[in-house]
């Protein structure tokens, strides 16, 4: 009786009959647990934006050359630097007014739209002829695509605060995984003529389009993702006192003191986002790292099918797609298994500062394991690859949690715009810059300082130890009225 009596709210709040955000919170203060469909929604739903963003990274090398674009070999790294860049740019273009949209209309339907949108111009850049064709489907595909941050907001409002951590680790995990298996996707099913002749028959509509294939697969993935959007619950209030006593409610709910609140508490003002600096600060540190990461991901890619007289280890799109295909399986093991309770022991700002600084010594390491040959290569690459990912999620996903703490509901989805922008823009910049900068060291293999591709390692190791410095005061700070156990140290 007494643990019956402990389960219900200290406080409760007056919940409107049409309102879809009531019901969702009528829900939470029911439940205790995390729902494993809640889950499988945010799963899909992130998997289907991000497979498109990576997918295309083992065969776009081969891609461009068959553009016949490229005047040299090592100009082929370039041109693929600026279709990679492409989505980017056109999401930075969007995100706030996506997350505006949000904010005003609901999480869903912005979620139906970006999947839509999957479905319409990732299949249009499997047909792509030219290369301004696959640069121009590539940016409408991420200016049309603004899911990823109103996704994060539901992630954090479908859950109660104490299950928030897996949510948004289903989002990082979903994240990474689909920027692994994406690859891997186009690894195995790119010029699918050549891979497997007894399937496709050379002249039929696969050898004229030999990068249809994986974008068809994601597309149909994406379709089916649409018909499952039906069942996801809206978390927006619609009602013009949404935001009534929400965060000191859910503080009662899950056993916070209760005796400093204010009963008579009145919807909050819009406060100036870019003024709120523990959201801007884990946002411009999110940058950073994101920038890092997606220049990882094309250097990666780029680096491990180029020749070894340019310091890349020569594999062929499958070697690429199996050694992403098995980070990927580690990431979705750590992401459900782990994360939550190593965020839980140290909490996400120490466990991403570690993480961040592990993360140096084994990027510089890569030229070295490009030496190896053979079934060391392989292995060692693995190993390498694995680690890289869940040092990389570990981050991104701390750095998450904070920034949708660190606002209240009626103004996450903005915050989560802005947080799209301005990491569009570097994410943007990340594979144009990458694939310049590999074109460059692939140019200087005789050098006496960093020869060859040493030099786009330490190029990557400098951004990150850029966002090592980041993590720390002064720079970074958190919401003390949220965060108070993860305060700087």
């Excluded at 050359?65 to 930075?92: C, K, N, P, W």
């Excluded at 200016?143 to 605060?161: D, S, V």
């Excluded at 390491?365 to 890289?388: D, E, Q, R």
Aim: proline share 5%; charged share 15%.
């Amino acid at each position: 009786m007494e643990d019956q009596e402990n389960t219900q709210p200290l406080l409760r709040k007056h919940y409107y009959e049409n309102c879809p955000g009531c019901k969702v919170d009528q829900a939470k203060e029911r439940t205790r647990g995390a729902p494993i469909r809640h889950l499988l929604n945010i799963w899909m739903v992130v998997l289907c934006t991000t497979l498109p963003i990576s997918s295309l990274f083992p065969f776009l090398y081969f891609m461009i050359r068959d553009f016949h674009i490229a005047e040299t070999e090592q100009d082929i790294a370039s041109y693929a630097g600026y279709v990679g860049s492409a989505y980017m740019l056109g999401r930075s273009l969007t995100s706030v007014i996506w997350g505006m949209i949000a904010d005003r209309y609901g999480r869903k339907p912005v979620i139906v739209i970006g999947v839509t949108t999957v479905v319409i111009f990732n299949t249009l850049f499997g047909l792509s002829t030219s290369f301004w064709m696959a640069v121009g489907t590539r940016f409408l595909l991420g200016a049309l695509n603004g899911l990823l941050g109103p996704m994060k907001a539901y992630a954090t409002e479908i859950f109660r605060e104490e299950h928030q951590a897996l949510g948004l680790a289903t989002v990082s995990a979903s994240w990474g995984i689909g920027l692994i298996i994406g690859p891997a996707i186009g690894g195995y099913l790119a010029l699918p003529v050549q891979k497997y002749p007894q399937i496709f028959a050379e002249g039929s509509f696969w050898d004229k389009f030999p990068y249809f294939l994986p974008c068809f697969i994601i597309s149909a993935f994406a379709f089916g993702v649409i018909i499952g959007c039906i069942w996801i619950p809206e978390t927006l209030h619609n009602h013009r006192d949404s935001n009534e006593s929400i965060d000191q409610v859910e503080a009662l709910e899950n056993g916070s003191s209760g005796a400093n609140i204010d009963k008579t508490y009145q919807k909050p003002e819009n406060e100036n986002l870019l003024l709120n600096w523990p959201l801007m600060s884990s946002i411009i540190s999110y940058c950073v790292f994101s920038l890092h990461d997606v220049a990882y991901q094309e250097v990666f890619s780029l680096w491990a099918v180029s020749p070894r007289k340019l310091g890349g280890m020569n594999f062929t799109t499958d070697d690429v797609g199996d050694v992403l295909a098995i980070s990927g399986v580690s990431l979705i093991i750590y992401q459900l298994l782990f994360y939550p309770a190593v965020e839980k022991a140290f909490g996400p700002i120490t466990i991403a500062r570690i993480t961040a600084i592990l993360s140096i010594p084994l990027l510089q390491s890569y030229p070295f394991i490009a030496v190896l040959s053979g079934v060391a290569l392989f292995v060692v690459i693995n190993i390498a690859s694995v680690a890289k990912s869940l040092l990389s999620v570990t981050i991104t996903t701390g750095l998450f949690l904070l920034q949708n703490r660190a606002v209240d509901q009626h103004q996450r989805g903005a915050a989560n715009g802005i947080c799209m922008t301005l990491m569009s823009i570097f994410k943007a910049i990340g594979p144009a810059g990458g694939g310049a900068v590999l074109t460059w060291s692939q140019k200087r293999m005789d050098a006496n300082f960093l020869p060859g591709t040493q030099m786009v390692f330490f190029v990557l190791n400098a951004i990150e130890l850029l966002g090592v410095l980041m993590l720390f005061k002064p720079f970074f700070a958190v919401r003390k009225k949220k965060l108070d156990q993860l305060q700087i140290q």
